[in-house]
């Protein structure tokens, strides 16, 4: 069966900008996460999702949001732009909101703040 | 607060070395435990996962773990090492029957293997 698709794979902006990045989980799974990976911080949570509800929410300031569909389908986005926010966005999706089950991840979103 | 301590920032090996990779988690509860794995350009993949039972865990490509519950420990271990195993490695958790799905990651071990 397919894996989890995140598009686009990369993504330039400028400062300022705002983006929206897109996961699409393994067919039948009704959560979704999404973690930052720098080469600095490692692998940062930034929130879950399931049913459509945010479930959890890890530290990052209100600039980045995210939602989810009917469909499990999940959108992040990063409004205002820093160069900070350079890096790679992964999202995870698995069956169980509760989480004893395993993740599985896509490819990310290699994102590029210029 | 949750954590994950992983030992080695990078750990440089040749083939036929034998692997241990050190992981320590900080949580008063009951967890899940995981080993991610990412080759060059790929993504995040399981190597192994532990949810309960026997606390030796045999996962892909020859990589097994112990869960040692006294020392909150998940070492990653491999009798010998192929250059394909070059990745960087994450050691993860989960606080079990939560309700909020979470992983904790370490920040990663790169290792690199030298044939």
């Known amino acids: 069966k397919a894996g989890v698709t995140q598009t686009p794979r990369y993504l330039i902006k400028t400062r300022g900008q705002q983006v929206t990045l897109s996961c699409s989980p393994i067919?039948?799974?009704?959560?979704v996460s999404w973690y930052q990976q720098t080469p600095g911080q490692g692998l940062q949570f930034l929130f879950e999702?399931?049913?459509?509800?945010?479930?959890n929410k890890g530290n990052f300031p209100g600039r980045f949001s995210g939602r989810q569909f009917s469909n499990s389908r999940s959108e992040m986005n990063v409004s205002t732009l820093e160069l900070g926010d350079s890096a790679l966005y992964l999202c995870?999706?698995?069956?169980?909101?509760?989480?004893?089950?395993?993740?599985?991840f896509g490819q990310g979103t290699r994102l590029t703040v210029v | 607060a949750q954590s994950v301590s992983q030992h080695n920032h990078h750990v440089i090996l040749s083939e036929a070395a034998s692997l241990e990779l050190g992981c320590n988690y900080s949580y008063g509860g009951t967890v899940n435990l995981f080993w991610y794995v990412q080759y060059p350009g790929q993504h995040l993949q399981l190597l192994l996962k532990?949810?309960?039972?026997?606390?030796l865990v045999k996962g892909i490509k020859g990589f097994e773990a112990e869960f040692i519950k006294s020392k909150f420990s998940f070492n990653l271990r491999k009798p010998s090492v192929q250059w394909s195993d070059t990745a960087e490695y994450f050691c993860?958790?989960?606080?079990?029957?939560?309700?909020?799905?979470?992983?904790?990651f370490g920040r990663g071990t790169q290792l690199t293997v030298w044939p």
């Open positions: 993860a958790f989960t606080r079990r029957g939560s309700t909020l799905g979470r992983l904790y």
């Open positions: 532990y949810f309960s039972g026997d606390p």
């Open positions: 999702y399931f049913s459509e509800t945010q479930r």
């Open positions: 995870a999706s698995s069956l169980e909101r509760a989480m004893n089950t395993e993740a599985f």
């Open positions: 067919s039948g799974h009704r959560s």
